[in-house]
């Protein structure tokens, strides 16, 4: 299974589907645009927060990957960090998907598209779990 979609609203529903069926797994999730939460007291709410992706590793495959993309700089660079902190490797990343397209096949969103027309950089990255891609790599 491949999420392209996901917020706090759809997470529990997503957990709940996935333990129904321990056969489930999701090898991909995508995370475009997402609300970046300036302020200190909703940082929390990011979908790249430390306590959203130790939600994620309830239900990513071993070999799982995240597949991430922003126009805001403050929330890349966090994101960095939470990946970090919650045990995910960047395997790839890049502050200018554009010039150095680091996805197979990137499918530009309604979003990326207009960001890029006014000129603002889009940063990605590609993270898996530690733990398995150290044994397997």
């Given amino acids: 299974a491949i999420i392209t979609a996901l ?7 997503v957990s709940n589907m996935l333990s129904n069926n321990q056969e489930d797994e999701v090898k991909r999730i995508y995370i475009n645009f997402c609300n970046p939460w300036p302020k200190g007291q909703h940082r929390k709410k990011r979908l790249t927060h430390t306590r959203q ?3 994620y590793k309830t239900f ?6 995240i597949y991430f993309k922003t126009d805001d700089d403050g929330l890349f660079e966090s994101s960095l960090i939470y990946f970090e902190e919650s045990g995910f490797e960047i395997i790839k990343k890049t502050y200018d998907l554009h010039e150095e397209p680091i996805f197979e096949k990137n499918i530009e969103t309604e979003h990326e598209k207009m960001f890029s027309e006014q000129g ?3 940063k990605a990255l590609i993270a898996k779990l530690k733990e398995w891609h150290q044994i397997n790599n």
């Avoid at 917020?7 to 529903?13: A, Q, S």
């Fill in 53 to 55: 992706l130790e939600k």
């Fill in 60 to 65: 990513l495959a071993d070999e799982g990957e």
């Fill in 7 to 13: 917020g706090t609203v759809m997470l529990p529903r």
């Fill in 120 to 122: 603002i950089r889009i």
